[in-house]
C-alpha cells in the first residue's frame, strides 16, 4: 500500500503533486497495492477524484477548516494518521517546502526510513533501493532503506506527467483529532505572485539570468524576451542572493528543479550547482559572452556574444516569427 501527500495550493493541484501520486502508484502497481492520496485543506471534490487520472484509487481527504494554511505539525499528525488508516508500506512527498518539513516527522512518527530528494523509481529487486543525488550533483547515491515502512521525498520534475484519459480516484472524509497546539504559526497575509505567470516549477518555457545580466536595472530586456516567447523567469543563486531578483526565481541544487521544454540560460556560467536544478530541460539555450563558458558543454545551442546585443534580436526574431505564423 502506497500512501502520497497530493499538496495543493489554495485548492488547485500542481504539476509536482500528479508526478508524486504517479511514482506513488507506480510503485504500488510495482509490489502489488493499491494507491490513495491524502490531500490537506480545501479543495474541490471533482478536483480530488481526478487524481485517480495519475492513479489514485482512493483521495483522504481532511477537510478541517485550521488546515488552510500550511503546519508542519498538523499536517504531520493528518499524514501519519492516514499512512495508519490505509497501512502504508510507502509514504511518499514532493520534495519541496511543505515535503522537506513534513517527511522527516512523519517518519519519525512510523519509526520509517527516509530517503530525501529521491530522483529513481526504486530498485525493489533485492530490498528496496532509490536513487538521490548528492555532492551539489556531482555523485549519486543509492540509499537502500532497511525498515519495513518506508518514506520518500521525491524532486519534483524528475518525471514527465502522463494522466490517463480517464479515471476517478473515490474520496473519503479522513478526520484527525487535532488541538491548538498542533497549530503554532497564525498566517496572517498570503501574498501571491503576480496573476497570469505560470509557476516556474510548471513552465514549459524558462528565460533564466545571471550574474553576467550586471544588475538589476539590465532585466527589461530578459523581460521582454520572456514575454515574447510566453515564458517564465528565472535567475541563478547570486542573482537572488544579491536581491536583484526575488528568490522564487532562484533555480538549482538549493533553489528548484525544473523540466521545461525551453530553458534560455543568460550570463550565466553553468556551475554544477546551477545545472542540477535545470538539466532536464528539454532543450538548452546558452548566451554567454565567454566561448570557455562551462555551461556551453550542456548546452543543445550556444550564443557566444553580450547579452544586451543579442537580446533584443532574438527578441525582434520571435516577435518576427510569431507574427507570421498568426
Ligand atoms: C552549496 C552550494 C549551492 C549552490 N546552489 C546554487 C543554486 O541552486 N543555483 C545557482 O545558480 N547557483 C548555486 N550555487 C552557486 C554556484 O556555484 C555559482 O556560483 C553560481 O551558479 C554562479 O552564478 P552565475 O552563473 O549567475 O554567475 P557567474 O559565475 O559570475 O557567471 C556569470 C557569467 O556571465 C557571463 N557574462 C558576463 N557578462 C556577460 C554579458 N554581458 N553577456 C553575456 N554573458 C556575460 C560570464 O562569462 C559568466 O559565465 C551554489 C553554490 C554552493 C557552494
Known sequence: MVLVFAEHHGG???????????????????TGGSCTAVVVGAVDEGMMASLGQYGAQ??????????????????????????????????????????????????????????????????????FTVRKSVF??????????TSDVK????????????????????????????????????VKETKRQAAGTVPLSEAELVVSGGRGMKGPENWGPLEE??????????????????H??????????????IRPNLYVAVGISGAIQHLAGVNASKTIVVINKDPEAP???????????????????????VKKLKESQS
Open 295 to 317: 555551461f556551453f558543454k550542456a548546452a543543445d545551442y550556444g550564443i557566444v556574444g553580450d547579452a544586451a546585443e543579442i537580446l533584443p534580436r532574438l527578441t525582434a526574431s
Open 12 to 30: 488547485t493541484f500542481r504539476k509536482k503533486a500528479f508526478e508524486a501520486v504517479q511514482y506513488g502508484a507506480a510503485i504500488a502497481q510495482r
Open 136 to 145: 551539489a550533483g556531482k555523485a549519486f547515491a543509492d540509499v537502500s532503506i
Open 58 to 127: 482512493t483521495v483522504l481527504h481532511a477537510a478541517d477548516d485550521r488546515l488552510k494554511d500550511f503546519s508542519a505539525r498538523a499536517y504531520t499528525k493528518v499524514i501519519a494518521a492516514a499512512a495508519e488508516k490505509v497501512g502504508a508500506k510507502v509514504v511518499v512527498l514532493p520534495h519541496d517546502y511543505m515535503g522537506r518539513q513534513v517527511a522527516s516527522r512523519v517518519a519519525a512518527r512510523l519509526k520509517a526510513g527516509l530517503a530525501a530528494g529521491v530522483i529513481s523509481h526504486p530498485d525493489t529487486a533485492n530490498g
Open 244 to 257: 536583484w531578483r526575488p528568490h522564487h526565481e532562484h533555480v538549482g541544487q538549493t533553489g528548484g528543479t
Open 225 to 242: 524576451l520572456a514575454s515574447a516567447l510566453g515564458a517564465t523567469l528565472a535567475c541563478s543563486r547570486p542573482v537572488a542572493d544579491s
Open 151 to 186: 518514506v520518500l521525498t521525491l524532486t519534483p520534475n524528475t518525471f514527465a506527467v502522463s494522466p490517463a484519459a480517464d479515471g476517478k480516484a473515490t474520496v473519503e472524509k479522513l478526520d484527525v483529532a487535532l488541538d491548538a497546539k498542533d497549530f503554532g504559526v497564525t
